[in-house]
């Protein structure tokens, strides 16, 4: 169900500098182009399972935790009150922070949590099994 801020819509600025920031630059222009299109937007979620196409300086390895922990780690790296999700139950919506990580969680599928456009993030993968990583640029 959801419990959206703002109309699920792409916010093209928002995914865009999600992009230039932190995937690998062999694999941006592809990110731009599915993610940009309703019809092929499903190829990059679900990419986002299986595959790791983030530029490894920026990413950093943290325990699977609760959205109550990784809020407050994401609020101590600068996070703001509202985030953007890209991938999982919540598509397109920004959420309140807390909202939006709950969400990622119980999706069960590849999601990121934007915090800060081009800046910070939190990228789950699918689960179980699935890692997650705080992707900064800060």
Known sequence: MKHAATDPTPDSA???AFITAFVIPDKRSRY????????RRS????????????VP???????????VQFARILRARG???LAYVIGGNNDTCQLPLEEAIESAL??????IV????????LYLQEFPS???FILSRQ
């Open 14 to 16: 928002h995914e865009a």
């Open 32 to 39: 731009s182009d599915f993610l940009s299109n309703p019809k």
């Open 43 to 54: 190829e990059i979620l679900n990419r986002l399972n299986h595959f790791f196409d983030f």
């Open 57 to 67: 300086e920026c990413t950093i390895p943290i325990p699977r935790s609760s959205s």
């Open 79 to 81: 996070a703001t009150p």
């Open 106 to 111: 119980a999706s069960g599928f590849g999601t």
């Open 114 to 121: 934007s915090c800060i456009p081009g800046r910070l993030a």
């Open 130 to 132: 699935g890692d997650a």
